[in-house]
């Protein structure tokens, strides 16, 4: 009913979109696992500790991985990008 050419391009298309959809799976992955560790471990210690002094200390740093890494602007879009919105 299709053509062979019509198969070959339908694989090649299958091919490039998911290769792009793994590229794009395993940059997320990676950055979410950088964010917990350089930063949420932090805020969830200082949230934990009862130490006012031990807390503002891991919220500092925190707050120094948040605004090292240009964290403090953006956008919640996933596929486009709307207006940017200052969050801290």
């Not at 805020?43 to 964290?71: F, G, H, W």
Request: hydrophobic letters at 45%; one cysteine or more.
């Amino acid at each position: 009913m299709f053509s062979k050419t019509f198969w070959v391009l339908a694989w090649i298309c299958t091919i490039v979109g998911g290769i792009s959809f793994f590229s794009f799976a395993m940059f997320r992955l990676s950055s979410s696992s950088s964010f917990g560790k350089e930063c949420a471990s932090h805020i969830y210690k200082a949230a934990a500790t009862p130490n006012l002094a031990q807390a503002s200390m891991r919220l500092a740093v925190a707050i120094d991985y948040i605004e090292e890494n240009n964290l403090t602007t953006g956008t919640t879009g996933f596929a486009w990008q709307p207006s940017s919105k200052k969050m801290i």
